[in-house]
């Protein structure tokens, strides 16, 4: 009986601490939501320490997750969606308490209550044509390094990789034969074929020699696989002048992968087609490269001018060009 008592007032005690430790929760979530800079500091340390009991290993995981970020500091002008994310963690928190502590019901709906905020998306950013051209040019060409980085820049805009993904490339993945292609693993563990321009084929054969191992990186520095990181300083190291401070442009890897979504969409490639290329899960996300390519939008205004106006640079419809097609007409 002594122990049957005992472990009752444990399991008292751990709710307890749990219903303490999610009020003090839910005052974080609410100041989260006002946007306060640091929720944190009016806290007492009587309000903190059961939120501190969560660390124990029998707690929960979604407990000892979030009891790891009670330190936080949210007044360092993080953005919209750092406080989203933080306060997503709450919530997940919250739906677990609620499963294992009734009398916390209300609580948890206050916070489930609060709303994430609206985020504008990230403005999508490229090079254009000369740009690409003159950077290609101004690549070393000789030297084992300067092939490599030739190569790298050359793939990052044929495939429009991911950094990430152009680190995993191994020579098992790349057919450079007649139709030179790469496969490449992206997220979600999925796997998609790029085709190769001849020019980025032959480069990389002369980057990685007669007989390179199959499980070798193509992009390496010292026998090592280069890593994200490596590949973000090699970009940064030629293309840095590029970099326009008027609308806030840095060139990096992933803006070679925006340059050859805008590019492909400008040649008439299929939106669905880009996707595929790109590895997109949601044709939505490939979607907004037909928003920001300016130059469609140009033809577009100029096909649509009203008559009278210049129509120097007008185009002419198709069916206007076949003779054939306009003398049936006229015979009707």
């Known amino acids: 009986m002594v122990s049957t008592r005992s472990g009752d007032g444990a399991r008292d005690h751990g709710a307890a601490s749990t219903a303490s430790a999610a009020a003090g929760l839910a005052s974080v979530a609410v100041a989260v939501a006002a946007g306060a800079e640091n929720p944190f500091r009016s806290m007492t340390p009587q309000s903190v320490r059961p939120m501190r009991n969560l660390r124990s290993p029998q707690s929960p995981p979604h407990h000892r997750e979030l009891a790891e970020a009670e330190v936080l500091e949210l007044d360092r002008h993080n ?3 750092t406080r989203n994310q933080r306060l997503a963690a709450i919530h997940t928190l919250f739906d677990y308490i609620a499963t294992r502590s009734p009398e916390m019901l209300g609580t948890c709906q206050r916070v489930a209550a609060i709303p994430m905020k609206r985020a504008a998306p990230a403005e999508t950013r490229f090079l254009e044509r000369d740009e690409v051209e003159g950077l290609l040019r101004q690549l070393p060409r000789d030297g ?13 805009y044929n495939t429009g990789a991911r950094a990430q993904e152009v680190a995993d490339v ?10 030179p292609i790469v496969r490449l693993h992206g997220k979600g563990d999925k796997w998609r074929t790029c085709p190769l321009w001849r020019q980025t084929a032959e480069l990389l054969g002369s980057l990685l020699g007669p007989k390179p191992l199959p499980q070798a990186p193509v992009f390496a520095s010292n026998g090592h696989a280069l890593t994200r990181s490596g590949i973000y300083k090699v970009v940064r190291r030629h293309a840095s002048s590029l970099d326009d401070p008027r609308s806030g442009r840095r060139v990096s890897p992933h803006v070679f992968r925006h340059t050859a979504a805008v590019h492909l969409l400008e040649a008439g490639v299929e939106v669905n087609v880009i996707r595929g290329w790109l590895g997109h899960a949601d044709l939505t996300t490939t979607n907004r490269y037909a928003e920001i390519n300016t130059r469609a939008k140009l033809d577009a205004l100029r096909a649509t001018e009203p008559p009278g106006s210049s129509a120097a640079h007008r185009v002419t419809p198709v069916w206007r060009s076949d003779q054939a097609l306009l003398d049936w007409l006229a015979s009707l």
């Not at 084992?144 to 990052?156: H, I, K, P, T, Y």
């Not at 191994?170 to 139709?179: P, Q, S, Y």
């Open 79 to 81: 953005h919209v969606r």
């Open 144 to 156: 084992r390094l300067g092939l490599r980085d030739r190569a790298l820049v050359l793939f990052l």
């Open 170 to 179: 191994r020579v098992e993945h790349l057919d450079l034969g007649e139709h």
